[in-house]
């Protein structure tokens, strides 16, 4: 059985960054002894209605958030190694935790490469980084993107520039210059025929 702490669900979890993407079942009820027992290596607290959207750094840490937020909850004690069997549910918890995440994203991904929204643009037509970046976020994208990160161009990531390279376009309906404001190429352009004017 390999450990958890090696495994790439286990890795997958401890890179997220807000649990609200996650869907965490709900703490189990507590024990014949009246502890709730914790998955090993958590980081995510599952109290109902906790407003900690973020991982602890450690799963003490999160031990302490428990005692701290939650004092009413008595967490199992941590005693010694861990056992196969707990090893072995912890596996379990990542590894379902991370394909229901995955069908979850991808049945989006789906949705979204059918109807993708347009690149935010300003007024201007350039685009709205805030809100590119935000929506990104939103579609499970990461800022920077893999790519942006290869360049180590970190800040250049989803700018109009980098179009080219940066995987966040992608999420865009790639069609789309501008809805909002005349472009200003077209005056330039209609110049050279003048047998279009009627006047
Ligand atoms: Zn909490
Ligand atoms: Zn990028």
């Known amino acids: 059985m390999p450990r958890y702490t090696g495994h790439s669900a286990y890795h997958w979890y401890i890179s997220q960054r807000s649990k609200l993407d996650l869907q965490l079942p709900p703490l189990p009820a507590p024990d014949t002894r ?36 939650h004092p009413n909850l008595i967490l199992n004690a ?14 379990r918890f990542y590894v379902s935790l991370r394909d229901t995440y995955d069908t979850r994203v991808l049945a989006k991904q789906r949705a979204a490469a059918i109807n993708k929204p347009k690149i935010p643009r300003k007024k201007d037509g350039s685009i709205h980084l805030t809100d590119i970046r935000k ?22 990531c989803c700018r109009e520039e980098n179009i080219s390279r940066c995987d966040n376009f992608d999420y865009f309906d790639s069609d789309n210059q501008s809805e909002l404001s005349d472009p200003p190429e077209e005056e330039a352009e209609e110049q050279e025929g003048e047998e279009e004017e009627e006047a």
């Open 78 to 91: 941590v005693e010694g190694r861990p056992t196969t069997e707990e090893e072995g549910a912890a596996l």
């Open 34 to 69: 009246g502890y709730t027992p914790l998955f090993l290596g958590e980081r995510f607290c599952r109290a109902p209605d906790c407003a900690k959207e973020t991982p602890a750094t450690s799963t003490n840490n999160l031990r302490k958030h428990y005692s701290q937020k």
């Open 135 to 156: 929506k990104v976020k939103d579609l499970h994208g990461q800022v920077p993107c893999e790519p942006c990160k290869d360049t180590n161009d970190r800040t250049g």
